[in-house]
């Protein structure tokens, strides 16, 4: 929820989630105005004080921002997959007007995790099946029923390298997010038009 942010523009937070390697790193990239930032940290069970051998798992975060004219500005927060780093994952979706669940149609059932941890938080989203070569096309209502979604979920298509793909994709989601929220109001002059 935006706290009162005086003039200028009103800040909103959203989440990019989906499974591994769904593209959401690739997605932050295309879409922001600015060189986003991305880090990717190796993390070990011995660094967490447990010296038994385990894999290596690599804790991946981007951030990225669009403006929105003088209006409104969107800070999106590019989540690691929500059942490996779920401490990280509710700490980047507190306070969040709204997340993006990108899907690979290949391995729909990754999304189950950031899905379920968005409707427990009652975080308006919407679903986007990202673009990969090989992925058969879809009808909204077959992701909708493959994953279990409400009537009132949105699931549109992306692709994740694509800016303007991308940038129509956030456009629905703050709509989405607008007309779900008492929090997230858009200015008149902020209007997003298709």
């Known amino acids: 929820m935006p706290a009162d942010h005086g003039e200028g523009p ?7 989630a989906g499974g591994s390697g769904v593209g959401r790193t690739t997605f932050v990239r295309s879409v922001s105005e600015l060189a986003p930032f991305h880090t990717e940290e190796t993390v070990t069970v011995a660094a967490a004080g447990d010296t038994r051998a ?14 929105v004219g003088d209006s409104m500005v969107l800070h999106l927060f590019g989540t690691p997959a929500p ?16 997340g993006l669940v990108l899907v690979d149609l290949r391995r729909a059932k990754d999304s189950f995790p ?3 941890v968005l409707e427990n938080r009652d975080v308006p989203f919407v679903v986007a ?15 909708r029923d493959a994953l279990q979604l409400r009537a009132d979920v949105p699931v549109v298509s992306t692709d994740a390298r ?15 997010a607008a007309d779900r929220s008492n929090v997230v109001r858009l200015p008149r002059r902020a209007r997003f038009s298709r």
């Open 114 to 116: 950031a899905i379920d």
């Open 162 to 176: 694509v800016r303007a793909a991308g940038l129509a994709t956030i456009v629905r989601l703050v709509e989405h």
């Open 83 to 98: 059942d490996r780093f779920r401490f990280v994952w509710d700490e980047l979706v507190r306070g969040a007007v709204g």
């Open 10 to 16: 009103l800040p909103l937070k959203i989440v990019i």
């Open 129 to 143: 099946v990202n673009a990969f070569p090989g992925a058969d096309r879809f009808r909204p209502d077959d992701v």
């Open 54 to 67: 385990a894999p290596d798992e690599s804790l991946t975060l981007d951030f990225g921002r669009i403006s």
